[in-house]
C-alpha cells in the first residue's frame, strides 16, 4: 500500500517567505508526528498529532511555525517569514494511535532559505 | 523529562564482524524501543523494535536486547556488510507519549 507522502520533495525559497509543506499519512494512522533533520544531525521533533485531541506542540522552535492537520488525515506545516537557520529537511512520519507504535517516514521536504 | 542517550556517536567496524549500538532511556513508563536505519539522503526506516515484555528479539543478523531494569537496551548486528554503513537511531515511547530519539550513531563497515 502506499505509503507516507511528503510534498514537495525540495523548496527554496528567500528569506522572509513563507512556505508550506504537505504530508499525506498512511491511511488508518491516525497519529501524525513532524521532524526537522539539519544536515548531519539528529531528528529534532516539532509537533504530534493524535486522533481528534489538541496536538503536541512543545518542539515548534518559534511562533513563526505552524501546523494543521485537517480532517484528521492531511496535515500542512506552514513556516511565515523563513530564516536561514529554518533550512533543513522536514520529515512526516504516521503511525497507528498511540505513542508506542512503529513510525513510519515519509522521504521529507529539503527546503533551503536563501 | 525524558531523555535517551545513545553511544557511540561514530563506529567503524571490519566487514564481516559485528557492531553494537547501546541506548540508555530514562523513563521507567517507557515500553516500546524501535531501532531506525538511514542511509545517507533516505528516510529513516524501521528495521527492528522490541516490547517491554521481552529481553531480545531477532531478525536474522540484526539483533535487540532491552534491560529494563537497567534502563538499557542495544542494537546487534552481526557478519556486518558494507550495505550496513548507514546513521542508526533508537528510540523509547510508551502508549502516553511520543518518541524520544537518541542522537545517532554513525557505522561505518569498511571493507
Known amino acids: 500500500g502506499a505509503g507516507v507522502s511528503q510534498s514537495p520533495s525540495n523548496k527554496v525559497t528567500e528569506k522572509g517567505k513563507d512556505v508550506e509543506l504537505r504530508c499525506d499519512p498512511i491511511s488508518g494512522h491516525t497519529a501524525l508526528y513532524w521532524y526537522r533533520q539539519s544536515l548531519g544531525q539528529g531528528l529534532e521533533f516539532l509537533i504530534y498529532?493524535?486522533?481528534?485531541?489538541?496536538?503536541?506542540k512543545s518542539g515548534l522552535p518559534s511562533d513563526r511555525f505552524s501546523a494543521e492537520r485537517t480532517g484528521g488525515s492531511v496535515s500542512t506545516l506552514t513556516i511565515q517569514r523563513t530564516q536561514q537557520e529554518d533550512s533543513a529537511v522536514y520529515l512526516c512520519a504516521s503511525s497507528f494511535s498511540g505513542g508506542n507504535q512503529p513510525q513510519h517516514f515519509g522521504d521529507g521536504t529539503r527546503l533551503s532559505i536563501l | 523529562g525524558e531523555n535517551v542517550e545513545q553511544h557511540p556517536s561514530t563506529l567503524s567496524v571490519q566487514e564481516g564482524d559485528s557492531a553494537v549500538i547501546k541506548c540508555t532511556y530514562s523513563?521507567?513508563?517507557?515500553?516500546?524501543f524501535p531501532w531506525y536505519k538511514q542511509e545517507l539522503g533516505k528516510r529513516p526506516q524501521l528495521i527492528i523494535d522490541?516490547?517491554?515484555?521481552?529481553g531480545e528479539k531477532k531478525d536474522q543478523r540484526i539483533a535487540v536486547t532491552l534491560n529494563k531494569t537497567a534502563k538499557h537496551f542495544s542494537l546487534h548486528i552481526t557478519e556486518t556488510q558494507p550495505e550496513d554503513s548507514a546513521v542508526y537511531f533508537c528510540?523509547?515511547?510508551?502508549?502516553?507519549?511520543?518518541?524520544?530519539f537518541g542522537t545517532g550513531t554513525r557505522l561505518k563497515v569498511l571493507a
Open positions: 498529532f493524535q486522533g481528534n485531541s489538541a496536538p503536541d
Open positions: 522490541i516490547r517491554s515484555n521481552v
Open positions: 523513563d521507567s513508563a517507557s515500553n516500546y
Open positions: 528510540a523509547a515511547s510508551s502508549e502516553t507519549y511520543k518518541y524520544i
